[in-house]
């Protein structure tokens, strides 16, 4: 079995619905997996996004390895929700001993990731600037496809994480050339500044495997 926790922040007033979505493609593509790998998800909806129930929550996973994926803001220090950090730089980044930390917030790859690995933390994936997430519905399909690409790539196939992080470059290049050939520039610009904000740090040759527990 694999745990995975989901937060999201649903109640945001501009991005909920999209957080939410990010979340729903997520657990569909895993739904659909013709995988023996057993993924037990555990969901945080923006309620539960706080400091007291996501350490309440994540102390029973620790030490064993887990996968952490989070939906919302966030800045240079830390996640945010509903004006409230629930995780912090040098505040609760302990709890994520042996994870991995998958993030689509603004900015947290700037200070929270190297926090989370010098914590502990096995590998972190997520954006050192911010990013814009265009109203229509297609840009934001298109936005959720390259935003959840390094995760359902590492968790679709028999790869290290780093090889599906570079496989979610190729993605945002492919939605790239796409948008260039249709001529909308202002998105292919955006879709540009995104990947190239785009942080890795931890280990490198970490698979599904070395997050299985009995």
Do not use: W
Not at 99 to 113: D, I, M, N, P, Q
Request: proline share 2%; glycine share 4%; net charge negative.
């Amino acid at each position: 079995m694999i745990n995975i926790i989901a937060a999201y922040d649903d109640t945001d007033t501009q991005l909920g619905t999209y957080f939410e979505d990010c979340k729903k493609q997520l657990l569909s593509t895993l739904n659909k997996l013709n995988n023996p790998v057993i993924y037990d998800i555990s969901e945080i909806p923006s309620n539960n996004c706080n400091n007291k129930d996501i350490d309440s929550l994540l102390i029973k996973y620790t030490p064993n390895p887990f996968i952490f994926i989070a939906y919302s803001h966030g800045n240079e220090q830390a996640l945010y929700c509903r004006g409230n950090n629930y995780v912090e730089k040098n505040i609760n980044t302990y709890i994520f001993l042996n994870s991995l930390f998958y993030t689509t917030a603004c900015s947290v790859g700037k200070e929270l990731g190297d926090d989370l690995i010098d914590k502990g933390c096995s590998v972190f994936i997520g954006y050192k600037k911010e990013k814009i997430i265009f109203p229509e519905k297609i840009k934001q399909e298109i936005s959720t496809l390259c935003d959840n690409a390094g995760i359902i790539e590492f968790l679709s196939n028999d790869i290290t994480i780093y090889e599906a992080f570079k496989k979610m470059e190729d993605i945002y290049t492919q939605q790239i050339d796409n948008l260039i050939n249709a001529d909308d520039m202002l998105f292919a610009a955006n879709l540009v500044d995104a990947r190239e904000s785009l942080v890795f740090f931890g280990k490198h040759n970490l698979k599904k495997g070395d997050f299985f527990i009995s």
